[in-house]
Each structure stands twice: as C-alpha cells, then as structure tokens.
C-alpha cells in the first residue's frame, strides 16, 4: 500500500497539477495525504476537493512527518507540490525498488522548463545524486520513497532543521536500510524557485548548505531568506506538458483560478478521481483496492 504524501503553504497554482498526475498514475497510490501549513490561498479545499485527506503541517520536515504520521501505507512516498509526476512514474519507479531491494530511495530530476540553464543545472544535480549514492547519500525532499518501517525507525525527518532536512533524512535511513537513486524514473519539478531568485544565487545557498552536510554541522538557523509556501504564481501556470501521446495535459477546468472560481460559486466535492471518473472527461480508471 502506497501513501503519497505531501507538505503544503500556499500551493493552489501548483497543487491541482500534482494531484490530477497522481490519478492518472498507471498504479496509483491509495491514499493522498496533504499536510498544509496553514495556506490562506484555498489550497486544502482544492487538495479535499480532489479527495485527498488534509492534516495540520508546518515547515517541510513538520509537515511530511504528520503525514507519516496519519498514513496507512507500507511505502511513503514524499512529493512536493510543484512535482508533475507521468502517468508510470509510481510504477516504474516500485518495480525498480522491488528488484534492487531498495528501501529508501529518490530519483533523477528533470526541470518544468524548457531553458537550456535550467536543464544544465538539473543533470548537474543528477551527476551529483548519483556520484554519492553510496558514499553519502544526498535526496531531494521534493522526491523520496521509503518503507514506513524505515521511517519510523530513524524517528522521521529532524523538526529542527530548517535546510538540508531532506539530506540529512536519507543519510540517516541509509545506516539501516539499503538507499539508491532510481535511474528509471524522472521526477519533472518546477522550476519557480530559480526563476524568482536566479541561478547562482540559489546555487550558492545550495553550496552553502552542502558545507555544512559534508561538516556534518546541522542547520538550524540560516543567514539568508529561504521561501517556503510564498512562491509567486508561475508566469506559465500550465507549466509542463507532456510529449505528444503520453496523455498528461492540463485541462483548462482544472486551471488554478478555475477550480477557486467553481468553488466560490458551488460545492466542489470530488471522489478521488480514479475512483470514477476524472474532471477533465476522461474514461474512468480502475477502482483501488483500499477505497472506503
């Protein structure tokens, strides 16, 4: 059993993204669990509209392991709200899990942009990962899975850490399980957060924070702003579409400001929507085993 779990502030332009890409997985998960910081902006009632269960969050850490916390799932799989997984990503990614007897695990990236920095930046990034999977594991929080066990067993992720959580999270979990970066699968991320700062400056705050995790020197106050949940709308809010016949698109009634708009004028209460029929009009998807 899979639970998806996801860590919220303020996410209405990018959450409906992420969810309509979980009902459409070719294996999808049985439960979604978003766990909200107190977003002003209707993002847990679009996260109960697509029938997700909403918890009280906080910062990432906070947030992921009251996910945990509430899941029923044997496998947690931790997202954040501006990933766009394909339609085969749960299920590619738990075949490869399953046959390298994984029991944490993250993937390589790719970005929701078309700009040739942002792809340099990112395979960069997976050059990394995959560099030091077995020396000192490094995972992006936006993309880990793990067996509950596991995570229950190192006590989740540290509250008290404000950057490199994520990091300090598969390391802790690779001394008692066995960890890898999954080269089956690629996560799509948004790239919103080097739009709004740059690529060098983020990259310098990325190796700053890499010093202090090679020092072994947990962060726990920052001498630099670092957002969480106070992202500006993307200036492409579709932001990714799949190549030509893999079938995720974006269907204008689940826009964003669509959604909020038929909110405001009527109860929006959606099953989740494999479990009939989706929004957009597509064909209905099977029915899971663990629908209540």
Known sequence: MVSVIIPTLNEAAYLPQLLEALARQTQPPEEVIVADAGSEDGTPEIARAWGARVVPGGRPAVGRNAGARAARGTWLVFLDADVVPRPDFLEKALREIEARRLDVATCLMEPLSPRPTDRVFHEVANGYLLALQWISPRAPGFCILVRRALHEAIGGFDETLVLAEDHDYVRRAARHGRFGVLTSVRIPVSTRRVEEEGVFPLLLKYLWAEAHVWAGRPIRSLPFDYAFGHHRPSSRPGGYTEKKGSGLAWPP????????????????????????????????????SGDR
């Open 253 to 288: 009634a689940l826009h964003p400001q669509s959604m909020i708009r038929s909110m405001g004028s009527r109860p929006a209460r959606l099953l989740w929507p494999w479990r009939r029929t989706l929004p957009s009009g597509d064909r209905p998807l099977p029915t899971s």
